[in-house]
């Protein structure tokens, strides 16, 4: 029965947009309603903040992995690429320098 109470709510909200809030009148009116106990529904509760975390865990890591094909194969320079070129450059302008003083 609390499985499916889950799978429920899960389906109906979308466990990514669940908020606290949410789950808690969710599983309170199942509680009211005489569907579960008092401890049934800290549980369910606690269960869905995880199962809502490890949702919004999920869809940032597949955002991130996104992000970094779409700008990889737009051949944009990331700030570590332009913290290297400055780095070069900075020797570089030091080598002509020196060369210069030893005219």
């Not at 499916?4 to 466990?15: R, S, V």
């Not at 369910?44 to 995880?50: A, C, W």
């Not at 992995?65 to 051949?75: A, D, I, R, S």
């Not at 944009?76 to 913290?83: M, P, T, V």
């Amino acid at each position: 029965m609390i499985d499916l109470i889950k799978k429920t709510m899960l389906t109906g909200i979308g466990a990514a947009a669940l908020t606290k809030e949410k789950i808690e009148e969710i599983a309170q009116e199942f509680v009211d309603r005489g569907k579960l106990s008092e401890q049934e529904g800290e549980k369910i509760v606690k269960d869905m903040l995880d199962k809502t975390e490890e949702s919004k865990e999920q869809l940032r890591k597949q955002t991130e992995e996104m992000v970094e094909t779409t700008l990889g194969k737009m051949q944009l320079a990331r700030a570590s690429d332009i913290k290297k070129l400055r780095a070069e450059i900075s020797s570089l302008k030091k080598k002509i320098e020196g060369l210069d003083n030893d005219e």
